[in-house]
């Protein structure tokens, strides 16, 4: 069984940075692919950003290249999400999740969601 935790979220004003976290406890694979969702309000969830837990590989949607960077810490099983240049339309709960077998596809854990809210 795997839980995630996330942390690091609050209330920032644009142009702003936030570092959120998500810790993992239970067994981890190196095949696992972490990712970093968000949901506004309305709106669809949408992929945020993604990195491989075994070769730290990464991803990202378009709307956050170049202002979000995602890293992991194996010693503290750990993900994070640095997110800089914040805009008023990165306001959303950000959901950490772990794709098991690594296809990025299907996610079987997600952790409880952490508000963002940037204001203008």
């Known amino acids: 069984q795997v839980q995630l935790v996330e942390s690091g979220g609050g209330l920032v004003q644009a142009g702003g940075s936030l570092r959120l976290s998500c810790v993992v406890s239970?067994?981890?694979?190196?095949?696992?692919?972490m990712g970093w969702f968000r949901q506004a309000p309305g709106k669809e969830r949408e992929f945020v950003a993604g990195i491989r837990w075994g070769s730290s590989s990464t991803y990202y949607a378009d709307s956050v290249k170049g202002r979000f960077t995602i890293s992991r810490d194996s010693a503290k099983n750990t993900v994070y999400l640095q997110m800089n240049s914040l805009k008023p339309e990165d306001t959303a709960v950000y959901y950490c999740a772990c794709s098991r077998d690594g296809s990025a596809r299907d996610y079987d854990y997600w952790g409880q969601g952490t508000q963002v809210t940037v204001s203008s």
């Open positions: 239970g067994r981890t694979f190196s095949s696992s692919f």
